[in-house]
Structures are given as C-alpha cells and as structure tokens.
C-alpha cells in the first residue's frame, strides 16, 4: 500500500527570483529600521522630567589640561583643546570620551562650575550616549528655573523650526559635586539627519558673536572650505531696493522657516540670538531645496530674564538677513501675519504655565533640594509664568494696535527724539548724552582702534522721498584719517559719501526714497580712531520731500 503524502508536506513553492530578492531586501530593511531604533533612545533623555546621573572621571594630566584654560567675555576665544574622560552613568561606563570647556559670558573655570561639551565619538568611533554622539553640559548660571531652554527650544521644534532638545543632568567631577545642569543636545551631523532629508550641507556655527558675514566656523559639511552659500545669502540681503532685495533673499533662504524663527525670537524676547543681536544661532545650508536654515541657540535669558529687552514686536533688527528681509514692506507683512499665527497656534497660554509646572515639579528635587532652596525655587518659576503671561498679552496688544506711520503733521516735519546708542559688534566708541556749551548732545568718542558707533531711531514711513537733517561737529580727529567723521544715514546704507570731519556746527543732509510702510532705522554715526562726534539732539528732524514731478508728456 502506498504511503499517503500531505500535500502541505510535499508541495515546492516558487518564488520569482526578482520577487524573492524584494522580500529579502523588505525583510533586511526592517531589521536595520529596528537596529536603528534600539540604538537610538535618546527620546528618553529629553522626556517625563528625566534627570541623568552623571559621573566623570578625568586623569591628572587631562584636569590639568582644562584648568589651563580661559575664556574672557569680549575677547578672542582660545583654541579649545579636548581632554580623555570616562563618563559613568549608573553601570554604563563610557571611555575616551573627548571633553572641553565652553561658554563665553557663562564660562566658568573647571574649579568652579564649567559648561562643558561631551563628545563621546571623537576618540572612540562609534561610541553613542544613548544614540547621540554629542552633548553639552550647560551651568546655568544665568536661568536659576533650568526651564528657560527647554521651553523656548520646544516651542521653535512644535512651530517647525529644528531646534536641539533639552533635558537635565547631576553631575559629578572627579568625586566633585558639580551641581545640577541643562542638558542639550548638540548640533552636528547627527541632529541634521534627525531633521532634514540631507545632512550633506554646511552647518555654520555663530554662536560667539557676530553676523553671516564672518567666517564662521564649520561644525559640519561635506564642503566645509566652500562658502558661497553664505555669501550668496550676504550679497542678496544687501541688494538695493526692497522688492528686488526681498525676492533675492527668498532664493537663499527658507523664508517659511525663518519668519516663524523671528517671530519666537521675538516673542521670547531673545535678544542674545540673531534676529535682534546677532548672536547664539546655527545656520545650515539644507541642500535639498539649497536654501540656507536658521536655527536658534543659547536661549537661557528669554522673557525679560536679567535684561532690559526690546519689547515690540518689530524691534529693530539687529543680523543682517533679519533687517534685510523684514525691513521690507513685503517682509514685515508676512512677518506680522506669521506673528498672529504662532501666538493662535503655539503659544497657549493655559498650557504653557502647566507645562512650567509639571517640569518644574519634576527636577525641583535636583534643582533645590533644600527646604529654603525649595521656596526659593518655586517663587523663581511663578516668576518665570508670570512672565510668560504678560508677554502673551504684550503681543496680542501690540497685534490689535498695530504702529502707526511716523506723524510728519500738516508740515511734512517731525523733530527726532528718543535716540538709543548702540555701538558695532566690535565695540571701540562709547555714546553717552552730554552737553556743548548750550546744545543738548549726543556724544559719540573713540577709544583708540578705528571703530565705529551710532545713536540709532526706529520710524515706521509710508512711500515716498524723505530727508534726515541735524547739526554736528567733529573734534579731536587725526589729521588725514580716512574714513572718518560723523554722518547721516539709514541701516542698510553701506555706500554713503557724507562723511563729515567739520570741527565747528554744520548742518549735515541725508536724503533718501522708501517703498513703504516701511520700518527704518535712523543712524547718527560716528567712525575713527580717535576724536568726538557729536549731534546736536535739538536739531534733528525728519522731512517727507516734495513727489519729483512727472516727465512731460510727449507732444
């Protein structure tokens, strides 16, 4: 008799060859989507009030290493030079982790209680801190909440602006007690990856101070020694004519992403960052569309905190692109449109005070762990909501009264007042207000290196042709400096030719054509090496000028 075969036992299936490499391919795939996963758990270090333990250990010659470093607020920063650590957290044991010191006006020395950045896959390839290769160790000392970060960096991700995620940290030193930090996650490739298509264009660093206009270092790119990006960037925001300047700027630079990026500098009264600085911002080129990607940074002193900030919501821009695009009638348009959006959309005020209060209750016990402390504490973080508040109801009145154009009056002639100085990013000429025998002043004197400075006055204008007037002198100048003396002139004005060196009161003229409304900045400049301009304050006047008279019309 013969055997019966299960046909489940004896059937051969055939598989296309084609369809069996797509089912492998499919399969491989998944694996590598998992392995990936499970490499990366960095989502745990940022999320339900997470606080590390860290611990790290560093040799004799590597402490020595960073106490020989020094960092001096308003100076040059040193070259920074990596110490080898180990870093415990519980029984995970980290080894060659690369180890510097940072900040600039928040450094610290490593006695006391340093910022420190951690690299764990610079000497040991591969290494990964819970998937990151990368983060910093951030004192502080200028935010006592700890909250100031988190919160206003969540904000930019939730408006879709990348932004580094921010969690905690205990941290020990040698045995040390260092203290409680913010923990952030670092910009590098690995963050780009997280966020755009490509990682593959350069990420610029400006956060030491000053605008896409200097070299700034490169902390990540496939060409990191090719930088017409930047200048491709520069030279449209210095574009005449705001139409043609706005247009060009749209080319270079994600536009959608940046007018949300001002609006939260803005609205967090940031005034460290670019928008109104420029300061504490990354700048990456996303290859993908080849525009250029603003990112914010170093946003300990957000709402008010430790300075008196600009609080209108059309401040005068500070970085270049900012005051190139939003200085533009189009520009500030959807800029104020994007305004009402984020605040409609993102900045809910019942749950952001929530938010403070459930982080604040989380790290509380790591923060101030004492009962003093603990009261303490909790008064600084009512401080910060109540912060929170006033500026959501700030902007929304600023929103529903919106400024009106300068009122010229039946003459067409406003005189100026309310002047602020402010001097260049390299500093060198102090402002002060003074008198000249009768003359009420405003004072502007070198110190030394040629440098410039400049009391400065925000107007709104309508369309049309405008003349800035004032009496001014010059004392002290080297004879035969060049590029020297006191002017008029608006920001964005880079090529003006009235430079004046008089040393007795003239009157100084500066006219010029807008396509409004249209913010402008008003400029009373001194420049040199050595000497005193001054402005006589009484003086100063705007004047609308006549309309030029249409050509005739042919016969």
Sequence with gaps: MNAVRSPLRTRRWKVPCNKLGLCLGFLVGICSSIAAAQLDTSDELFTNGSVRQLQIELTPEGLELLKNYHQVWGQKRPERHDAKAIVREGKNVYTNVAIHLKGSFTFQPIGNKPSLTLNFDKFAPGQRFHGLDKIHL?????????????????????????????????????GRALGFYVLVEGYNKRFLKRHFPSAEGNLYDGGSGGDITRALEVDSGEHPDD????????????????????????????????????????????????CMGPNNYRIFRDATQDRMVFLPHGM?????????????????????????????????????????????????????????????????????????DRFRYRAITEMLKSRISHRIAEVREQLSNQEKPLDLGPTGIARLTGWTFRPSNQGGVSGQKGTDQDRQV?????????????????????????????????????????????????????????????????????????????????????????????FDSSTLRLKR??????????P
């Design 138 to 174: 951030n004192n502080s000392v200028q935010d006592a909440t700890y909250l100031c970060e988190k919160i206003a960096r969540d904000l930019f991700r939730d408006a879709g602006v990348p932004a580094s995620r921010i969690g905690h940290a205990q941290v020990e030193l040698n």
């Design 227 to 274: 930088r017409s990006d930047l200048a491709r960037l520069v030279a449209a925001s210095r574009e005449k004519g705001a139409s043609a300047r706005a247009a060009s700027i749209e080319k270079q630079l994600d536009i959608d992403r940046f007018l949300t990026f001002a609006v939260l500098e803005v609205f967090l009264l940031h005034w460290d960052g670019y």
């Design 545 to 554: 000028l006549p309309a030029a008279p249409l050509p005739a019309a042919k």
């Design 300 to 372: 300990d002193q957000i709402l008010g905190i430790r300075k008196s900030s600009q609080t209108s919501i059309t401040p005068s821009w500070g970085g270049l692109a900012a005051r190139a695009y939003l200085g533009t009638p189009e520009g500030r348009r959807r800029y104020l449109t994007r305004m009402e959006q984020v605040l409609t959309n993102h900045c809910n005020e019942a749950r952001l005070l929530a938010k403070v209060d459930r982080l604040a209750e989380a790290i509380q016990p790591y923060a101030a762990p004492g009962l003093v």
């Design 442 to 534: 405003l004072e502007l004197q070198a110190s030394g290196t040629w440098a410039s400075g400049a009391w400065r006055r925000k107007v709104l204008l309508e369309t049309g042709q405008y003349e800035l007037s004032g009496m001014a002198k010059v004392e002290g100048m080297t004879p035969g400096a060049t590029n020297s003396g006191a002017l008029l002139r608006i920001s964005g004005d880079r090529e003006t030719l009235s430079l004046s060196t008089n040393q007795t009161w003239q009157p100084l003229r500066y006219s010029f054509e807008l396509t409004g409304p249209i913010d402008v900045e008003l400029i009373c400049e001194f420049r040199g090496a050595s000497g005193v301009g001054r």
